[in-house]
């Protein structure tokens, strides 16, 4: 097995059992103890996990906005579905705010395919991804760079936004619980709530593993979007309740609800 599929399955694992040793992902992966304990050594110089003796316990944050870098590495391949399916609501011509997520990210290569796009964002490494494709024009929010992460936030970004108005929001968020969205961090919560309020089509998108968390800072309802975008359906206490207050789900498959 390829060193980041094994490395990926052991992510899978933690996230599931929040712990393992050495001998149980040896058995369960098929590898030696010394390639799992240099998989661990190498997950945990990334900040995913933390070892512990024999084996090691998954990183869980505190309520803070976790560094860029662990973000980047969680859960790419579902990420990435999420954007696929969020891609056919665009279109060419449109403005956009995009947020500084690593799942956002996911959905510039595919924004690069449409035409004269003109594309807001918070994210410093989501503006140098952008810049890479002729058909968009970028536009950098002013404000305070937050430390350990690619996003500026603050009240001048929160000046700086109050008078955009995009065709298209695209946010994502910490959690998705049966009462709405929320985000680990006030101010991330306080800029993605000015530009839900500000565009005329609101879209969030995220991987399964946010449903079922509550973070910190509530962010908003279902009535505060238009779409939830994922990679797979949420458990029905959630889809029901998004459905209830008009936000429609879009799953990898590409099935709408």
């Known amino acids: 097995m390829l060193t980041i599929l094994r490395q990926e399955e052991i992510m899978s694992i933690l996230r599931e059992r929040k712990s393992a040793t050495v001998q149980q992902l040896s058995e369960l992966l098929f590898a030696s103890g010394s390639t799992i304990r240099r998989d661990l050594t190498e997950l945990e110089k990334l900040g995913l996990i933390r070892r512990s003796h024999g084996g090691a316990v998954l990183f869980e944050d505190g309520g803070d906005e976790s560094s860029a870098l662990l973000r980047e590495q969680q859960n790419p391949r579902e990420k990435k579905r999420a954007a696929e399916a969020a891609f056919p609501l665009l279109r060419s011509g449109a403005s956009v705010f995009l947020d500084s997520s690593s799942t956002c990210g996911m959905l510039v290569p595919l924004l690069g395919r449409l035409d004269s796009l003109t594309v807001i964002t918070n994210g410093l490494k989501n503006a140098l991804l952008l810049a890479e494709y002729p058909g968009i024009r970028v536009n950098m929010t002013c404000g305070s760079l937050k430390a350990g992460s690619n ?67 509530r962010l908003g309802d279902f009535s505060s979007a238009d779409w939830l975008v994922t990679d797979v359906r949420p458990a029905e206490e959630i889809a029901a309740a998004a459905e209830a207050a008009g936000c429609r789900i879009v799953c990898g498959s590409g099935t709408k609800q």
């Open 151 to 217: 996003s500026v936030v603050g009240s001048d970004a929160l000046q700086y936004l109050s008078g955009i108005h995009p065709d298209f929001t695209i946010l994502s968020c910490s959690g998705v619980d049966a009462d709405g969205f929320s985000e680990s961090s006030f101010e991330q919560r306080r800029l993605k709530e000015q530009m839900l309020r500000n565009a005329h089509t609101r879209i969030i998108i995220c991987d399964g593993s946010k449903f079922g968390r509550t973070c910190l800072a």
